[in-house]
């Protein structure tokens, strides 16, 4: 496929989850995230958005993904527009589809944070606009370019490398890390008590992915299976609106701490450690692995800007 015929493929599309997207479209965001690092990092001003006005919806708080959508647009001349749990009345008092549609009207694009996921849907079927998901209940696929890049720029390649997700293995995290490992033939394995396992009709769909990608997708209960790991990764025991399940969570994930045994368990010293952040230091991960020289979070967190920037250049912008 040519430049010209990616950048077609993805003009005016909406980035609701990976499911929507062939390896080459993953890798060509991938790609063209490099790129925009590379153009950041030069000092040079982009202005393939100039002129438009991007809706930034949050229901829920966030640290790096508003950060990321703000700073990428101002950095290519587009206009941020931050709407807050409290400033809209989505859902409330007015229905999604309302709003959808009246955003629709003035602005170019939205992205969207918040729970129900099948908010993010309604938001791009009634706006006519690109939107874009940056986290729901169910996914987190901005968060995976970033990972993806950080592991490409780590490693220099993305297939055969062996990620093992360990903590809420149901989570938009565990979730959205399945769909693009399989379906960038990362062999992906999740660790995690039965009962946080994801929903088998999502697993189902990732292994009928890995039949392209020739990927192996392990689900399992045993922490022995970090053995080979080249990425460890972990996330928070407890999700964004779920802060009820504290307690619980805790006593049932205890086992599943990434810690020094843990990552020895890997047979290797050569293996990294990854999260999406924010991380509650003690619970998912101990201080040591987290501020060890194998533990990429920062890189990770830098990489969101410059692959949600890559998501919005590529969906709306003039390149
Ligand atoms: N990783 C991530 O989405 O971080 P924020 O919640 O700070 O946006
Ligand atoms: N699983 C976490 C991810 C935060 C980036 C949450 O939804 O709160």
Known sequence: MSQ??????????????????????????LDLAAELKKKKKAGIIGETMKGKNVALIFEKPSTRTRCAFTIGCIDEGAHPEYLGKDDIQLGHKESVEDTARVLGRMFDAIEFRGFKHENVEKLAKYSGVPVWNGLTDDYHPTQILADFLTLKEHFGHLK???????????????????????????????????????????????KEYTKETGSEIVITEDIKAVEGADAIYTDVWCSMGEEDKASERVALLKPYQVN????????????????????????????????SPNSLVFDEAENRLHSIKAVMVATLGNI
Do not use: Q
Not at 4 to 29: N, P, V
Not at 187 to 192: C, E, G, L, R, V
Not at 270 to 284: M, Q
């Open 260 to 291: 020094k045994a843990m990552m020895d368990m890997t047979g290797k010293d050569t293996t990294i450690f990854l999260h999406c952040l924010p991380a509650v230091k003690g619970n998912e991960v101990t201080e040591d692995v987290f501020e």
């Open 160 to 206: 055969g490398l062996k990620l093992v997700f360990v903590g809420d293995g149901r989570n938009n995290m565990a979730n959205s890390l399945m769909i693009g490992s399989a379906k960038m033939g990362v062999n992906f394995t999740i660790i995690a008590p039965k009962v946080l396992w994801p929903k088998e009709d999502l697993v189902e769909l990732c």
């Open 4 to 29: 010209e015929e990616k950048d077609m493929t993805l003009k005016g599309r909406s980035f609701l989850t990976l499911k929507d997207f062939t390896a080459e479209e993953i890798d060509y965001l």
